[in-house]
């Protein structure tokens, strides 16, 4: 590890509380499909303290036990405190998802997703649409906060700032939330039309903070590339903590800088070649243990790739071949042919990461903007939004 520059600050942030869990480390891991599952959230605690959220599964999925459901919210002895993370649209089914995993003691806390922006769930009324109608989502929120108390679990919410510009929730279902009970909201400053294009809206985060005060905690999300962001959005919005998701794509260590930065050290990991090559195997051999299958595992690390040695000096016919990887043993050998003395390339592999669009007029069911209050007529149509196991 080299040291920071010197602009950062030294100060040290409160710990986070979450219901009876207290963090350390004010950072939680966004859920994201296909990424975050148990390998991976292993592979960044191993670096540094937080929250690690299982990847999102519907609340239907759940209820009717499918096997990858309950694959997603399996968790390790060694994950303490557990997270997950439920889709839904229907209170009654969001209602019985938050039972079992009560009862079943599968987790320790438990979030609830309606920050999903894919045309494929607000076409439905799900995902980051969901909250412009105020009654269903708060009838979604208040049964699953009644069922997870039973257990003493805290719930808490992830969502957007709304549909569009001209469309915006956050405000009002952050407050909802707040009455509801929940344990902490978390607010990614982009809205449905947005996607993942443009600039993150810190002020929309700071004007949530300021909305409801000291009742709840609010989480910041949107643009965190490195522990200086997190400091940043910190300090510019009065957020409690931060929600990490692309950020930390090929670098895991994001959050042992997290843990430095946020606990007023100046130090931060700058891995060279070598150090990613490690990280990367044993990402690899994480994975291979969690799907009990090594050319599965493998074969998901292929996503892995471009992230971990973005702005490192790998030729293109090796990182060609890395991403079309089989076995574990092909993989020790072609990181074996990577100059294991190249050092950390600074800027190169910093900055934005991950997925990138531009901004699009969102899907939305017929009339769906016409009226605030939830057409029950419509419950069929928002059924179809669970028809997935896990969402984007």
């Not at 869990?21 to 599952?37: C, D, F, K, R, Y």
């Not at 499918?66 to 405190?81: G, N, Y």
């Not at 980051?128 to 997870?148: M, R, Y």
């Not at 569009?164 to 039309?193: I, W």
Request: glycine letters at 10%; proline letters at 6%.
């Amino acid at each position: 590890m080299s040291p920071a520059p010197e602009s950062v600050s030294s100060a040290t942030v409160e710990p986070l509380r979450i219901g009876p869990i207290e963090l350390s480390s004010p950072v939680v891991l966004a859920p994201m499909a296909g990424i975050t599952n148990t390998a991976f959230r292993r592979l960044c605690r191993e670096y540094g303290a937080g929250l690690y959220v299982t990847e999102m599964v519907t609340s239907r999925a759940l209820v009717e036990r499918s096997p990858k459901s309950m694959r997603i919210i399996q968790h390790e002895p060694f994950e303490t405190p557990r997270s997950v993370q439920l889709y839904g649209v229907d209170p009654v089914t969001v209602g019985q998802a938050v039972r079992m995993i009560v009862e079943e003691d599968r987790a320790d806390h438990i979030d609830l997703n309606f920050g999903c922006p894919v045309p494929k769930v607000t076409r439905k009324g799900g995902g980051s649409a969901l909250p412009w109608k105020q009654d269903l989502f708060e009838a979604i929120v208040t049964t699953a906060v009644n069922e997870a108390d039973r257990g003493g679990i805290p719930l808490t919410v992830k969502m957007r700032k709304g549909i569009d510009k001209d469309h915006q929730t956050f405000l009002d279902a952050g407050e909802m939330a707040r009455n509801a009970g929940v344990a902490a909201v978390a607010l990614h400053g982009r809205s449905a039309a947005d996607l993942y294009s443009g600039q993150a809206d810190w002020d929309a985060i700071a004007r949530l903070k300021d909305h409801l005060g000291d009742s709840v905690p609010v989480l910041g999300n949107g643009d965190i590339f490195a522990a200086e962001d997190a400091l940043e959005m910190m300090r510019t919005t009065g957020c409690d903590g931060v929600v990490i998701g692309r950020g930390c794509q090929g670098r895991p260590w994001l959050f042992g800088d997290l843990a430095n930065a946020l606990n007023g050290s100046d130090e931060r990991f700058r891995p060279g070649l070598a150090e990613v090559a490690r990280a990367v195997y044993k990402h690899a051999e994480y994975l291979a243990e969690y799907y009990e299958d090594e050319f599965y595992g493998v074969r998901d690390l292929r996503k892995h790739i471009a992230w971990y040695f973005k702005g490192y000096p790998v030729g293109g016919d090796l990182r060609s071949q890395l991403a079309m990887v089989s076995s574990l043993e092909e993989l020790e050998g072609l990181l074996g042919r990577l100059d294991h003395d190249a050092p950390y390339p600074g800027s190169p592999a910093e900055g934005s990461r991950g997925r990138t669009t531009r901004p699009k007029k969102p899907h939305l069911p017929e009339g769906w903007l016409d009226s605030r209050i939830f057409d029950a007529s419509g419950k069929s149509l928002l059924s179809e939004a669970e028809l997935d196991i896990s969402g984007g």
